[in-house]
């Protein structure tokens, strides 16, 4: 993907969009990532809901426009929500996205990631630790192993090979943040350094994610929208916070004054 | 009621009972809201405890002046632990109040909710479609349908309707707020557009209420002071936040320095 | 112990060295805490996990350099997971640390946490009522009652008996906080009011020990860095803030901008 593909004004009239449709998300997500998570949805003009419990995850997710599932705090009732819940976009062709949280560091997690990477999300985000856990990491002996043996564990390349593998779209956030559908790819810089120091900065950035495929189908442009959305508010918050606790709400605020313009003229997407 | 029966004095003085007395509330709330609601009840001048484990409600209820039972994020623990909490106050008399958030969106949540209302809960915290949801909304050929006929879903006349059938105060929140018992019936102006865009905050205000009800037996006046309170720490909020990120934690401050006259003062209830 | 036993230079290197090795300190803690003692770990330098399914919770902790047990929002989850994570601990002999909140509001969280108090943890935070429950609280007609009867509930001298009978330290926090192991006892002064209004301000500081701990063997020492640390950014956050909602992410600013030498100045440790 060319950097002019996707231009300042595609981010300015998605996001626009976003906002004009108020998408509901119905957000599977972890204790630590609940609350922060409904606060970004708010503000930058999405309707959250959160609940986990199995039973009652089938009549929200028929009610809303997209679905996140994040895999922290991995308690057997989210494991059954999760189940109710894909089943659910599955007849109603709603987009889902993964986010496959630490799971290089829980045996059990990593088996369950890698079954649902199969069920066809939208989007999968995650870091470079988690891509790798995901596709054998550093030991290439598993059978399950999709990456192929002169791939680097985490890389771009692995990146590319497992979105084809899962027919989705891969998201690896870092410094640069990298989208890629398998065939086209972007890099997306910006954002700030405090966001490392912030819990569920991530989870709730990928919440959000799920907000954008609601208005828009093409899962590389949601993404890359999204992010530059996320980077955007952060650059703003680095400016009128004074550390990593001032930060959060400075971030939340930004979301919700920015404009599309604005957001917009600050991506750098290439 | 009319304007004059709950006046800048009877707030001032309720809200300087709740400060002296410092309820203990015990909570069954969201997983959303439970970190908020606990600061919140804090700063207002309440003792909060949030445990959901139905083997240690009983204890946590039997040592608190007032019960909330939130529905948001229904898990089966909190509906063992709602069963058992409510068990506790039908034998201490303590108050309880009911906040049915979402109910529109379940089928098993809506019916559960049905059957607490009947439980007698003091008052009863709900939004318009709340409230529809609850008298058999929009199609009126449900059995279990207590609306009358005639009567609009989610309308002041409905929600009178509602509080005679419950034997309980009903409170809606919107842009005005409404109060009625079925005899009585009060407005509340006043807050600020952005808690709109505040996850929780319906929900740490119904909690503070149960704060109220343990101070002020007539459940009319304390949902009128409470609202009164939140309406003006919001306004107060409003003045000093950038966006709904700076917006929560300026609300907490204001719940923290208003003055019982300020709040009185304030107040207005119509 | 006397005063001059840690000095300033003492705190202002063992909070260096947190910050330097950023030690992984898994947590089972309760709802209301667990995104504030995220944020406030990574603040001050340590990397945080939260799971509390216990399905998981033995591959974190593996993986983790300490680990915290809170007792608040004390569910059957809950419990299997401390269960499943101390074994760990007493596998891999990485150092554990016992908040057992709120013990003197439920019968089965003071019979639970009466044994976790044998299970070798290396340090116990709690306050005075707690501290009394544990011990046998009023009545001292308890068979399994470990307070001498001439030693007051929830005093020095009793915190120093827990300490022994417990093979652990023991840090009473309060007005000024106490730490003694049976044999060295101190006191650290500091802090600011507003952190009894801040919920989860306790828990969120003993996961923080629990990272010292994983930097710092001596739990002496190791718990009066950790008081000393949260007083100075808490006397900080009292100075850029209006209230306790702002208090909040003042104090965790003030873990991440302040300098060890800062710190070790400015601890009142006796």
């Not at 059990?108 to 054998?136: F, Q, S, T, V, Y």
């Not at 390349?157 to 690896?172: F, G, H, I, P, Q």
């Not at 890359?224 to 400016?239: P, R």
């Amino acid at each position: 993907m060319t950097a002019h593909a996707i231009t300042a004004d595609t981010v300015a009239a998605t996001v626009a969009r976003l906002r004009e449709r108020r998408p509901r998300v119905h957000c599977i997500t972890n204790s630590a990532a609940v609350n922060f998570t409904a606060n970004v949805l708010l503000s930058a003009g999405c309707f959250p809901s959160m609940t986990v419990n199995p039973e009652e995850v089938p009549d929200f997710v028929a009610g809303a426009d997209a679905l996140l599932v994040n895999l922290g705090t991995l308690d057997p009732l989210r494991q059954d929500a999760i189940g109710a819940a894909i089943e659910v976009t599955a007849e109603t062709g709603r987009p889902w996205v993964l986010d496959p949280v630490f799971v290089e560091r829980s045996r059990m997690r990593l088996a369950l990631a890698k079954r649902l990477a199969m069920a066809e999300p939208a989007a999968i985000r995650l870091n470079r630790a988690e891509l790798a856990a995901l596709m054998g990491g550093e030991e290439n002996d598993d059978p399950e192993n999709i990456r192929p043996d002169h791939v680097a564990p985490g890389s771009d390349e692995s990146a590319a090979a497992y979105a084809l593998a899962t027919l989705s779209t891969v998201v690896r956030t870092g410094d640069v943040d990298f989208i890629t559908d398998g065939v086209r790819s972007l890099n997306i810089e910006g954002g700030h350094p405090t966001m490392a120091l912030v819990t569920a900065m991530g989870c709730a950035g990928t919440a959000l994610l799920a907000g954008f495929l609601a208005v828009e189908p093409d899962a590389v442009v949601a993404s890359a929208v999204c992010l530059a959305f996320v980077a955007a508010a952060a650059e703003q918050a680095g400016m009128r916070s004074y550390g990593p606790g001032t930060f959060s709400p400075a971030f939340i605020d930004a979301l919700y004054w920015l404009r599309p313009e604005e957001i917009g003229a600050s991506a750098r997407i290439s």
